[in-house]
């Protein structure tokens, strides 16, 4: 362990256990390793207690106020009202910033680029170094003033920026200098590459949280397609319900298309269409390394247009992936080696995938196989903590 102890405060944007919470917490603790100390202001919720377990101190507040320029969420049209949300969020955000000043932090790591206003407050309040960690798809440099006003922070007031992968980074200015680190999944005894225990019916994995962007939907759907056409498989829904709805909060929000209660969503076209024999919504999971050997496929439709950390953590347990993504990287799917890709989220397209997979055991073996050699090639957790370490130090070496 190094003699130097970092302090890292970081900013974590939403309360509910989803990828950015786990890929935050699986850093933190090869990082704390390295004699890194962590504090983390986030929203109250589930995920405070899986921070705490990771042995970082948690600082609960009602919510952080974001900015939303992602691809797929930045504000036009009626999303526009979500900004209301976001200035009712500015005082509680403030409070829990000015809350820390008299408190002493290395290192100020903001875990979304939608936190990088709130960011910005933090470096200027707590006069430390930040490191801006960007986990989703940008809308592309020069696409409108807010993404140039971005991108122009960026550049000023950054003081690095790390990006989960070639994906991202590429929906960043090309003139920023942007490390890549990809997410990791640390596990003890990584099993070997073996043909499937599985007979009979395939097993199918779902893993994350439940909101209509990650493409849930289009799968049930697809399952039921597939039990149309006879197609001997079970998908596992595993990841927390985003939102719990009921009474005229639900009816309001419904109809301005601003929240949904998927779950509900989901249990109801299971049964109208009889597929509780093919679909198990599993709720919440708190320790994938117990659902993955119980897979054959894992299944990531997004309409995000990008790879998931759910199909890193299936490779490493030779599990192939099908993605919706039209234009993989090699560090998110690579099309016929680790998984199939498919240009977009649609029931039929999805269908097709995992009924190849399912009928050809040699190939879902296959591409197992490659797509664990290839997780180990990229997602090792040890080696992108260190890459993360080494930001950190480059940091104080230039305080």
Known sequence: ????????????????????????????????????????????????????????TVRPVRGLSQFDNTRYGH??????IILLREVLLLPFSILAIWRLRKEHFDVLHVNEITLLPLGLLAKSLLRVPMVVHVRSLQRSPGSGLRTRLLNR?????????????????????????VHIV???????NSPLCQASSHRGVVKIGFLGVL??????YELVDAMRILKERGVS????????????????KAWVLARLGFARD???DLETFIADHDLHSHVSMLGFVGDVRTLYPQLDILCFPSHLDAAG??????????????????????DAIVHEVTGLAIPRPDPVLIADALQRLAEDPALRRQLGCQAQTWAHENFAISSNASSMHGVYLAQLADK
Not at 233 to 248: D, K, M, P, T, Y
Not at 309 to 330: K, N
Request: glycine share 8%.
């Open 262 to 264: 998927v779950r509900a």
């Open 75 to 80: 504000y036009r049209g009626l999303r526009w």
């Open 211 to 216: 909101i209509a962007l990650k493409g849930v």
């Open 153 to 177: 922070w960026l550049r000023t007031y950054a003081d690095a920026v790390v990006a989960i992968d070639h994906t991202v980074r590429q929906t960043l200015d090309a003139q920023l200098d």
């Open 182 to 188: 990809h997410n990791g999944l640390g596990i003890d």
């Open 233 to 248: 498989v079970h998908c596992l829904i595993a990841g927390e319900n985003a939102r719990q709805l009921s009474g005229f």
């Open 309 to 330: 950390r759910p199909v890193f953590e299936a490779a490493f347990y030779a599990i192939p992936s099908v993605v919706a993504v039209q234009e993989p990287v090699p």
């Open 1 to 56: 362990m190094n003699a130097k102890v970092v302090r890292v405060l970081y900013l974590h944007p939403a309360a509910a256990f989803g990828g950015a919470s786990k890929s935050l917490i699986e850093l933190f603790t090869y990082l704390r390793r390295e004699g890194v100390s962590g504090t983390v202001v986030t929203p109250a919720g589930p995920v405070c207690k899986a921070f705490r377990d990771a042995g970082m």
